[in-house]
């Protein structure tokens, strides 16, 4: 990550001691009345409100003002958060997210926020606090690892001063949100790190030392051990690589022995290729973030130890590799997965789907109490639901139910698909029990997902398709370019909030 990642403090002070760069004042559309704070501090409010009379400041959604006032606060920053009615946490995560590397990129090294101007009676202090704290540490995340050039003149924000005269010092919410922001950072910096450096053994080697330091259990199995356990279709895909596979379980218990965990698989392509059925230009391009399911599995588990999270869960990944060579799997090979089904091959493109049936079945033979699986799976998630939300199958109500109030909360955005029946008639074979994937591509994430219900048992299960949402194309709200840190959020939420 960046060395200079900016820290975030609350402060318990009177606006007149407050000693900043930028203060940044938030103002609704059409009630541009200035909150109690600032009309307590003359000075301020005589130079806003004259700013605001003389100027022609609407507030409009994303519309910023610096106001030079040269006291104790240098300049102070009007924020438009549009209508007050429209107001939510996505508004407020967005604007906040976008300002701070606003004022980064301006040259600004530390601002303070004024809360009370971002929250209305819609709003619990401590909510606003938390997705404060998480939007700018996540806007202003940058990848910088690899330029060489002009180091010295890239700008940072060091410190983020959340302003408040409300008694409460948020600490609880400060780490939650800076725990998981940390999370999301992390891992889009690994989803980032190139192919050529970020290969299996790579990752299997960097999951082993969080979980040394979190004291988390860490075993990974090797290519000659994964054969002996007749994962036969994690193998063949990961065959036509010199960079050889890995199977990375890590193990945290926050709870109680009796309680059964959860467990989280994370799809860990390095690189996708495509393999024989390889991918023309410019679709081959970022296929380094086929590995974002796994990297976010990791980092979520690391998380939930940082915090003491009252759950167990287990994280398994499966690392590997999609190249085209002699030695690679190709369409109509059959292959037996873990479970013992017979698999035909139609597109080495879709890899995912192989290498998570034996991780599935070897997450359903350990009878956790539910898996939720994180996959870069179909690029039909996009023809779904574009950039916005990120597509969900369950074969459980309450499950998809609690990851629907998580996903609220956590401001990321899902939508559950059906695993209706009829679908499963698309995977029928010539040759062996099933194929994985349907002639025609029609429903593309619903048979993703209708392929892997073959491996799961009985086990209450989740599947989250991340294959458009893992990378942004842009610096918006909280998403910043390049790898996304998808589904972080969304399954710290609803691990947070998890009751049996
Ligand atoms: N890694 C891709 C999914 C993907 C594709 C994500 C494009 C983002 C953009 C996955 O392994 C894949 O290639 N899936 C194929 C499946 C198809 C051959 C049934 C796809 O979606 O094109
Ligand atoms: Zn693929």
Not at 163 to 189: L, P, Q
Not at 425 to 444: C, E, T
Request: hydrophobic share 40%; charged share 25%.
């Amino acid at each position: 990550m960046e060395k200079a990642a900016a820290s975030v403090k609350v402060l318990k002070s009177e606006l007149s001691k407050v000693k900043d760069d930028v203060l940044v004042v938030g103002l609704f559309k059409g009630k541009l009345d200035l909150t109690p704070e600032i009309k307590r501090e003359k000075e301020i409010y005589d130079t806003l409100s004259s700013y605001i009379k003389n100027n022609d400041f609407k507030a409009e959604k994303g519309e910023a003002r610096s106001v030079y006032l040269n006291k104790n606060i240098k300049n102070i920053l009007l924020i438009g958060l549009g209508e007050e009615d429209k107001f939510n946490f996505d508004v407020l995560s967005c604007v906040i997210a976008d300002v701070s590397r606003r004022l980064r990129d301006n040259g600004s090294e530390s601002f303070s926020i004024l809360l009370e101007s971002f929250v209305n009676g819609k709003f619990k202090e401590e909510e606003a606090v938390e997705k404060i704290v998480l939007s700018c540490l996540m806007g202003l995340y940058r990848f910088t690892e690899y330029k060489t050039k002009d180091k010295e003149k890239i700008k940072y924000i060091k410190n983020i001063t959340v302003i408040t005269n409300s008694g409460k010092n948020f600490e609880e919410e400060i780490k939650y949100a800076s725990t998981v922001a940390n999370a999301v950072n992390k891992t889009r910096d690994l989803v980032n790190t190139p192919p050529n450096i970020a290969n299996p053994e790579y990752v299997a080697a960097y999951a082993k030392s969080i979980a040394s330091k979190l004291n988390l259990k860490c075993t990974v199995f090797d290519e000659k051990q994964i054969e002996k356990m007749k994962m036969e279709c994690f193998i063949a895909v990961a065959k036509g690589s010199a960079n050889k596979p890995r199977l990375v379980v890590l193990e945290y218990q926050g709870a109680g022995k009796s309680q059964k965990p959860i467990a989280i698989v994370g799809k860990g392509v390095t690189f996708d290729s495509g393999g024989l059925n390889l991918k023309p230009y410019p679709y081959i391009l970022n296929m380094k973030d086929d590995k974002a399911g796994a990297i976010a599995a990791i980092h979520i588990i690391a998380a939930c130890a940082l915090l003491k999270l009252p759950v167990n869960l287990i994280v398994i990944t499966p690392l590997c590799e999609n190249m085209p060579s002699s030695t690679s799997y190709r369409p109509d090979d059959v292959l037996k997965a873990y479970n013992g089904l017979t698999v035909e091959v139609r597109n080495t493109d879709a890899e995912g789907r192989l290498i998570l049936a034996d991780a599935l079945s070897y997450a359903a033979e350990l009878k956790p109490q539910a898996i939720i699986d994180i996959a870069s799976l179909t690029g039909a998630s996009l023809i779904a639901l574009g950039y916005v939300g990120t597509p969900f199958l369950s074969t459980d109500e309450k499950l998809a139910e609690k990851m629907n109030e998580a996903s609220k909360k956590s401001l990321e955005k899902i939508w559950e698909f059906p695993l209706w029946q009829e679908y499963e008639d698309n995977l029928k074979s010539d040759v062996a029990d099933i194929k994985h994937i349907s002639d025609d591509g029609d429903a593309g994430v619903i048979i993703g997902a209708t392929f892997l219900k073959n491996f799961i048992s009985d086990v209450p299960w989740l599947h989250i398709d991340i294959g458009t949402t893992a990378w942004s194309k842009v610096d918006k709200g909280v998403l910043t370019k390049g790898a996304s840190g998808a589904t972080i959020r969304l399954v710290m939420e609803f691990l947070r909030s998890y009751k049996l």
